[in-house]
């Protein structure tokens, strides 16, 4: 039972355009949503996380929106860069719990 | 400070074999988390250890136990290894406590084969 899915398992994007990544989840009960950057031989970095009760979170180029009614959360990057270049998970969890429920991820490419 | 660290990197081992990965946490940190990622898969939850305790346990067998010791790091044992153990093992630390804000910090895994 995949309860955080992101469908994409690669996007390619222009540098300098925005990339857009998505994720979503069937776990009502799911209170608190991050996202992670990994790359290759290391482990995944924190990069923005939603509460709940917020409907979008910002910080930098990075914008997290949250549509609550959908389950559907997106990660914006604006504008993208080549050393965003990475696979990007989306995770969520519950209660504070810190046992984190993650999707399978996607590889964003950025070209020059 | 120093960030959560883990060993050994690789290693490999034959079904039925037995293995022991280990982490350190960061400083200050009281929880760690261990995740299973298979390949071209998201992280998997396998349990959680907040100050020597098992506090929550993922979908996964009894064979895979933990440690956490009194500086907090922590092991992961597996018994009785099957060939879809083979897998990147993460461990994750935190500060713990029901906060929603409480980072958790990844070390860069222990990548396991299973011939």
């Known amino acids: 039972d995949q309860q955080v899915k992101q469908n994409s398992p690669s996007l390619s994007v222009q540098e300098g355009r925005i990339s857009i990544l998505n994720c979503d989840y069937t776990n009502s009960m799911f209170d608190y949503f991050l996202w992670y950057k990994k790359y290759p031989a290391e482990g995944p970095t924190f990069l923005i996380s939603i509460s709940s009760i917020k409907d979008k979170n910002e910080d930098g180029r990075f914008t997290v929106f949250l549509n609550k009614s959908a389950k559907h959360l997106s990660l914006h990057i604006v504008p993208s860069q080549p050393g965003d270049s990475a696979v990007y998970f989306c995770?969520?969890?519950?209660?504070?719990?810190?046992?984190?429920?993650f999707g399978q991820g996607t590889r964003l490419t950025i070209n020059p | 400070e120093t960030g959560v660290t883990q060993s050994p990197t690789h290693l490999i081992k034959t079904r039925g074999q037995q293995v022991t990965l280990r982490c350190s946490s960061q400083?200050?940190?009281?929880?760690v988390s261990w995740y299973q990622q298979a390949l071209g898969q998201g992280p998997q939850f396998i349990f959680q250890y907040y100050r020597e305790e098992e506090n929550g346990r993922g979908n996964f067998p009894p064979r895979f136990s933990g440690l956490q010791f009194p500086n907090y790091s922590s092991e992961l044992n597996v018994n009785a290894l099957e060939l879809d153990d083979s897998a990147l093992y993460l461990c994750?630390?935190?500060?713990?406590?029901?906060?929603?804000?409480?980072?958790?910090?990844f070390g860069p895994g222990t990548r396991l084969t299973v011939l």
């Open positions: 995770a969520a969890e519950r209660g504070g719990a810190q046992k984190l429920v």
């Open positions: 994750a630390s935190s500060s713990g406590g029901a906060h929603l804000t409480n980072e958790q910090f």
């Open positions: 400083s200050g940190h009281n929880t």
